[in-house]
């Protein structure tokens, strides 16, 4: 069973530019599409990035296209969100998540995909 630890979050300047990483641990990373979701208050978990077990294909949410990117290490067994042009509705609790999979191009959008989730990383966005 891979356990995810997601960190980077914090209080960010609107138009920053934070990065996001998720360690993984107890798993082979390399067999895993990733992915990551974010939560306001209030609000349904919704999807962000993925990125398949290849590393060479990806998918984005059209609310973060252009702005965000996901990217894989394998050999440092971590996934990563690169987020700029930070805006105000981009706040929120981001969470990485894990899909064993032996598919090595597909990445997967749906929370119920996703088997592992990380606890989360807080995004705050200051003024």
């Known amino acids: 069973q891979v356990q995810l630890v997601e960190s980077g979050g914090g209080l960010v300047q609107a138009g920053g530019s934070p990065r996001l990483s998720c360690a993984a641990s107890?798993?082979?990373?390399?067999?895993?599409?990733m992915g990551w979701f974010r939560q306001a208050p209030g609000k349904e978990r919704e999807f962000v990035a993925a990125i398949s077990r290849s590393g060479g294909s990806t998918s984005y949410a059209d609310s973060v296209k252009g702005r965000f990117a996901v990217s894989r290490d394998d050999a440092k067994n971590t996934l990563y969100l690169q987020m700029s042009s930070l805006k105000p509705e981009d706040p929120a609790v981001y969470y990485c998540?894990?899909?064993?999979?032996?598919?090595?191009?597909?990445?997967?959008?749906?929370?119920?995909?996703?088997?592992?989730w990380g606890q989360g990383t807080q995004v705050t966005v200051s003024s």
């Open positions: 107890g798993g082979t990373f390399s067999l895993y599409a």
């Open positions: 998540a894990a899909k064993l999979t032996t598919r090595d191009a597909v990445w997967y959008v749906g929370r119920g995909d996703y088997a592992h």
